[in-house]
């Protein structure tokens, strides 16, 4: 069994900063990537950053330049640094990861309960 822990969310004002921890834990074998996904009310869930295991990210359009994710693999865990947060960046955050519990079997998606994030103008 896989569980995704994300923390970090809450309230912060326009133009501050929060940074969201994922930790990946239970049976892996492997980690080929983690995501930051994010849903606001009325919206439907989009991509925010991802991290591949070959140190790849990307980024939406919309967080470049604002938010960087990161990964520490020796723990299992995915980071996402957000600056100059903007009130439509109000969302529920949800991590996100493509793991092998064992080599012989194939990849499954795991996702975190998700951790709220609000900016206030």
Request: net charge positive; charged share 15%.
């Amino acid at each position: 069994q896989v569980q995704l822990v994300e923390s970090g969310g809450g309230l912060v004002q326009a133009g501050g900063s929060l940074r969201l921890s994922c930790l990946a834990s239970g049976n892996i074998f492997s980690i080929r990537t983690m995501a930051w996904y994010r849903q606001a009310p009325g919206k439907q869930r989009e991509l925010v950053a991802i991290s591949s295991s070959g140190s790849t990210t990307n980024y939406a359009d919309s967080v470049k330049g604002r938010f960087t994710i990161s990964r520490d693999n020796a723990k299992n865990t995915v980071y996402l640094q957000m600056n100059s947060l903007r009130p439509e960046d109000t969302a529920v955050y949800y991590c996100n990861a493509r793991i092998k519990s064992e080599a012989w079997m194939s990849e499954s998606t795991y996702w975190g309960q998700g951790t709220q994030v609000t900016v206030s103008s």
